[in-house]
């Protein structure tokens, strides 16, 4: 069966214009303000949206790529290494955190990089944003910002392409 | 017969009357679309102008029933080079003609609107008559002539009335709405209420409104009472706003900006207009003749997310507190590119953002 595309490419612009003027509208000024993009995805878009608001602002914020692997709880070894090296990692104590992720399924994910980044500092608040929120959440987490809310069943799979190593912008269901 | 368009500054125009066999008054401008003569004469932002096509043959499509603006057109006169007396119109029930001289509006045809325009270009708009005599008398009267300023009041409602959906409750604030705005909304099955410009917040914030859309409208918006400005200052904290034409100016005063007469007014959809957020580049019906003076934005209130790439005017506003924004040119494409009605889009899901932030 065919995919069934639920984001074309205007809309996924759209949608991560919208999250940039929320952004915004809830960081007055966008001081201390430093986004963490969630990897593989969750790093392009965060840099999308740094480009965003750089267009509006002329300020170029913060990004920061994390890897959450060592931090799942299904990995019963966790060694606490968020795949960065020095240089990439960022000072985030005492700033506001918007952390980027592509979808947003049962929470664990977030979980586990909340884990990380307080591994690395303390910052003074975490945000989240994503671009789709598919529902069936297994733990008490809610995004701030949503790109699209996408309600879907359990065992359907959500794919988000991204120009930047997918060729295309879009968000399928597959089946 | 030969009749004669007279400017303010003396200057004749010739050419053959059409429409209504009447004399008229109102202030001149000149539109460069292509197509959608018929929008453009009935949307009411033209309420007492008399509008030149730049657009050589105008009346080949007849007039039809889903393009009308506003029931009753508000223009004063219409001046083209060259009508086109048959429709195309497969319904043939209606032409330019006959339908201008229903409304009592007089047209002139035959008019050099190439030396016409050009010379408006240089002037800028200015009071104008159609008459059929160029004497010193006609000139006289021209003169004489105060065109009103009260153009929200000669075309927005006097009476709340609703235009029922089963989707989201919008409230519109009417300052002489156009029917593509109603269309829009429509088509995202809003539940929608219209209401005068003289309402108060009480009488918007009982209603319990999903969003609110502060409309497009006629003439200059600082002739409008101080209470419109206190009242879009109450709901822009309240529910997501959306301003459009008239209604982005109107948001534009309210949080502190001023606005300019522009050197060589918009009216047409001609101009690129870029999304600065995205850099994306896209063109879309406009009609202004002010716009929002650049330098007076409060950046602490207000950023600029839309300009017009030909002379750098601001064409969207976005507060840096609330879900509020307002674009300038007009997105409900009638006439016009389909491509700026993402703006409903971006409206909708705001308002599906805020609800759920808000139930």
Redesign the interface.
Known sequence: MANKEVLDN??L???L??I???I??RN?GGEDLVLVGIKTRGEFLAHRIAD?LE???GVRIPVMAIDITNFRDDIPDHHDDLGLNQAERLNISEKNIVLIDDVLFTGRTIRAALDALIHIGRPKTIALAVLVDRGHRELPIRADF?GK?IPTAQNEKIKVFVQEIDGKDAVEIVH | MKRHLILEDGTVFEGLGFGAHATTFGEIIFHTAMTGYQEIITDPIYDGQMIVFAMPVIGAAGIHAEAYESVKPAIRGMIVHDLAEVSVNRQRRMNLDRFLKQHNIPGLYQVDTRKLIRHLRETGPQKATIVDFADDHAVDQLVATVLTNKQVQNTATLKPYANPGRGRHIVVIDFGLKHGILRMLGDYDANVSVLPYTTSVDEVLTLDPDGIILSTGPGDPRSLPDSVLTLIRVLQTKAPLLGIGLGHELFALANDATLAPLSSEHHGMNHPIQEIISRQIFFAMQGQGYAVDNDSIDRKKLFVTYRDLVDGAVQGLRHREYPAFSVQFFPDAAPGPLEATAVFADFFETVEDYVEHHS
Do not use: D, F
């Open positions: 205007a809309s612009q759209r949608a214009t919208r940039t003027y929320e915004i509208e007055k965003r267009q509006l602002e949503v809310n």
